[in-house]
């Protein structure tokens, strides 16, 4: 089951304090969560014991409008740290159409981000995109 946030986005990563990371507009956002069925063997054995569910995950994609020139480079360049160590980051997903009770936040913990982003299409960028993992997720709408 895909979950599709939505359109307009507030993206917010953080390392230790709120935002430290970066925080812009996305334009599309979608994560889905992933279970693995996995085969447990016993010590020193290859056999397989048991088929159990694994750790769950949630993966998602981040699409930016790209921006031509300096701006676009610094938003490909900007994504190039998060590849290079595996360390884990909070971000938050943020939508508000500005009225009470419409505003939808989903935080992910755990976050990394696997690969580095891809511009599409490569001849004429439109778009930035950056898949991201995460350890877990919650909602709050307020």
Do not use: C, H
Not at 5 to 21: A, F, L, P, R, Y
Not at 78 to 105: C, H, V
Request: proline share 5%; no cysteine.
């Amino acid at each position: 089951m895909s979950v599709y946030v939505g359109k307009n986005v507030q993206v917010v990563i953080t390392k230790t304090s709120e935002g430290d990371m970066g925080s812009f507009i996305a334009q599309e956002v979608v994560f889905e969560p992933k279970q693995a069925i996995e085969g447990v063997d016993a010590l020193n054995s290859d056999e397989i014991q048991a088929w159990a569910p694994g750790l769950k995950t949630y993966e998602g994609t981040i699409r930016e409008a790209f921006k031509v020139g300096s701006d676009g480079k610094a938003m490909l360049d900007r994504a190039a740290p998060f590849q290079s160590t595996l360390e884990e980051y909070t971000m938050k997903l943020i939508w508000d159409d500005g009225q009470a009770g419409n505003k939808i936040t989903v935080t992910l913990t755990g976050v990394i981000f696997p690969e580095p982003s891809v511009a599409s299409p490569k001849n004429a960028p439109a778009y930035i995109t950056t898949r991201f993992r995460a350890k877990s997720a919650t909602v709050s709408i307020s």
